[in-house]
């Protein structure tokens, strides 16, 4: 994979953080399932909250390449620790960011960036999943802002969070035109956070329901002109996805590792594993998913990073490499044996860690159907 010198520079620094003081913590954490709060402020202190952000708007002035490279090397080491810093860097500041007054960017982004406070992004509803025409969360005018009723779920960080990005329906007739997106900090009133879910991985990156009763915020607290609430998601949905990807690809390696370094120590009839060919072929199949999945990411965030289109090449790049973490992690629990199926390795974690790439930024299904009409059919 070509990268540049400030790339691989970035890539190592990443690395030697998740090699120290990751891995080394992650079993014990996920075991706990609490927040990673000091790991949170070590990744905020090497500045990677702002790295999609400008310089001179309070960022560190990477690009989407860059945060690709980060989320994928954190994931290496805990994919609740990339998720946590995926929605910190992207979905829940975002909009903050780019519609925000200065008052709010000072109080609450800049903050963030720091990682004194912690960032939501609010889509999902009981009811509406996939479908986010059937948001029914109301924000309805009043006389000097909005009013909010209505219920959130599956947010990530939702427990922990200082400030919420969250999809409301401000016209119910207008359909997807009437959906838009408003900030609502922790503290207002009748906004009340559920206790976390109980779920099967990234166990220490914790779910809430948001539960909005008669929420009153200001005008200014909508974030982008009337009506613009899809059109400005769309415009990161392509980083969403190959953000994912890049998540995926962190798991991929870290199987791929700890498969290699399993297969030359566990003998099996007077031989190291490795040297069996059925076991060989797993680590080939893997390898070149790998490889498969570097290149259809990578080429999607160098063409965000250039601002061309590519919502069709991190789409394909989300789905074929959440499936190839899928498939490595499964594969990496086979290759352990029996251990594959115990708490001690790290391969468990794996195997229950990726599914959470297969939801955020659009189930498979949703992607196929997307990509089998850009195909033609
Ligand atoms: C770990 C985790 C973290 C999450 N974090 C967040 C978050 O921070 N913020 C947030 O807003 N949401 C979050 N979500 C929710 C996530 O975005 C939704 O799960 C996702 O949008 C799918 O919605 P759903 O679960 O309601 O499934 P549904 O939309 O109800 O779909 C159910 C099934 O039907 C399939 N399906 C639906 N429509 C179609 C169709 N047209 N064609 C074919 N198949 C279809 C789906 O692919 C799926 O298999 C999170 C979910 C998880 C598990």
Request: glycine fraction near 8%; hydrophobic fraction near 40%; charged fraction near 20%.
């Amino acid at each position: 994979m070509l990268r540049s010198n400030s790339e691989e520079l970035i890539k190592k620094n990443i690395a030697r953080f998740v090699d120290n003081e990751v891995i080394p913590q992650a079993q014990e954490l996920d075991e706990k399932g609490e927040f990673p709060l000091e790991l949170f402020r070590e990744v905020a202190g090497m500045g990677v909250f702002g790295i999609r952000y400008p310089k001179n708007g309070g960022g560190a002035g990477g690009n989407n390449t860059l945060y690709c490279i980060i989320c994928e090397e954190l994931a290496r080491g805990m994919m609740s620790l990339a998720a946590i810093t995926a929605m910190q860097c992207l979905m829940g500041t975002n909009f903050l960011f780019h519609y925000g007054t200065d008052e709010m960017r000072e109080k609450y982004f800049l903050p963030a960036m720091r990682g004194e406070k912690i960032a939501c992004f609010c889509l999902t509803e009981p009811e509406a999943g996939s479908d986010l025409g059937a948001v029914t969360t109301l924000a309805k005018k009043s006389e000097d802002g909005y009013v909010i009723n209505g219920m959130k779920t599956w947010v990530t960080n939702g427990p922990v969070a200082n400030f919420y990005t969250v999809l409301c329906q401000t016209d119910p007739a207008k359909k997807l035109k009437g959906l838009n997106f408003f900030f609502i900090p922790r503290e207002t009133p009748g906004l009340s956070v559920s206790k976390p879910f109980q779920t099967i991985g990234t166990r220490t990156t914790p779910l809430s329901d948001l539960a909005f009763q008669d929420v009153r915020i200001p005008k200014e607290y909508r974030l982008g002109a009337e009506g613009q609430g899809l059109s400005n998601l769309l415009s990161i949905l392509a980083e969403i996805r190959a953000m994912t990807a890049a998540l995926a690809i962190g798991l991929q390696r870290a199987a791929i590792a700890d498969s290699i370094r399993y297969a030359h120590e566990r003998t099996a009839f007077g031989r190291p594993i490795s040297k069996y060919q059925l076991i060989q072929a797993k680590i080939a199949d893997m390898a070149t998913d790998l490889e498969a999945s570097r290149l259809l990411t990578y080429n999607a965030t160098r063409m965000i990073d250039n601002k061309i289109p590519c919502l069709k090449e991190a789409s394909m790049a989300k789905y074929f490499a959440t499936e190839a973490a899928c498939k490595a992690a499964d594969e990496a629990t086979r290759i352990f044996g029996a251990y594959g199926y115990s708490m001690e390795y790290s391969v468990q974690r794996y195997y229950r860690d990726n599914r959470f790439l297969l939801y955020g930024g659009g189930t498979h299904e949703i992607l196929q159907t997307n990509i089998a009409r850009w195909a033609g059919l």
